[in-house]
């Protein structure tokens, strides 16, 4: 039986042990520097609030196929709520303007066209700056990409890179930010279905994987 080391237990660390156990004819040892795992998506106790809180913004949408199937592996896949259709409050903390972004159902995003369903003071036009990302270069950031000084920017393409990458939109990378597009917004309005998870981020994708590996005889090193 050949040995696999994986550093990191992360969820990209776990993920990766999921899958490369699963099959049996590989010893998968899984190390990890902290004392639990999860990286920066992990639930944990906080003392002040008292109560079990989710580490980092997290934004998972329906289309995300990689997170679904990690989860069909782990047998967590019921621990997702998915909301029923497309649709993204926003408020702009500073002028109290409230907006909903509404992609329609269907391969053909007509909802651009619509005022009600597309960010205040934007036109359908703007949206075509998406296209950029596509072909953006390897140190291109999102901001360099879509235009930071564009409405567009500050109240939709900003908090979607904040929220997907976990990472600011000055500093994340266009390439990054493209196949998310693309496997949700780009798809359809069920696609881009926001998912929580029902009791915390720990109870979907890491708790569940620990299990998963520990019945598949992977080791697992914390500290």
């Known amino acids: 039986m050949s040995a696999v080391h994986i550093v990191g237990a992360g969820l990209s660390g776990l993920a990766a042990a999921v899958r490369l156990s699963g ?14 795992a999860g990286g920066r998506c992990r639930s944990f106790y906080d003392e002040t609030l008292g109560c079990s809180i989710d580490n980092g913004n997290h934004l998972l949408l329906s289309g995300n196929r990689s997170a679904m199937s990690y989860l069909r592996e782990i047998g967590a896949e019921d621990t997702l709520y998915r909301a029923p259709e497309a ?10 303007l409230r907006w909903r972004v509404r992609p329609n159902r269907g391969r053909i995003p007509w ?9 205040p003071d934007t036109t359908a036009f703007d949206y075509l700056t998406v296209l950029r990302l596509a072909f ?4 291109s950031t999102v901001a360099a990409c879509v235009g930071s000084r564009r409405v567009l920017y500050e109240r939709f393409w900003e908090p979607l890179a904040v929220a997907a990458l976990n990472t600011a ?8 930010l493209w196949p998310v597009v693309m496997e949700t917004f780009g798809q359809s309005g069920d696609a881009a279905r926001p998912c929580m998870a029902k009791e915390g981020l720990s109870t979907s994708f890491v708790d569940p994987a620990l299990e998963h590996l520990s019945r598949c005889r992977a080791e697992i090193a914390f500290n």
């Open 23 to 36: 099959g049996g004819n590989r010893a998968v040892h899984l190390h990890e520097g902290a004392g639990q």
């Open 111 to 119: 909802w651009i066209f619509d005022k009600r369903r597309r960010v």
């Open 169 to 176: 939109a000055d500093e994340g990378a266009s390439r990054l």
């Open 136 to 139: 953006a270069g390897s140190n």
């Open 87 to 96: 649709i993204f409050p926003f408020i702009d903390l500073r002028s109290g």
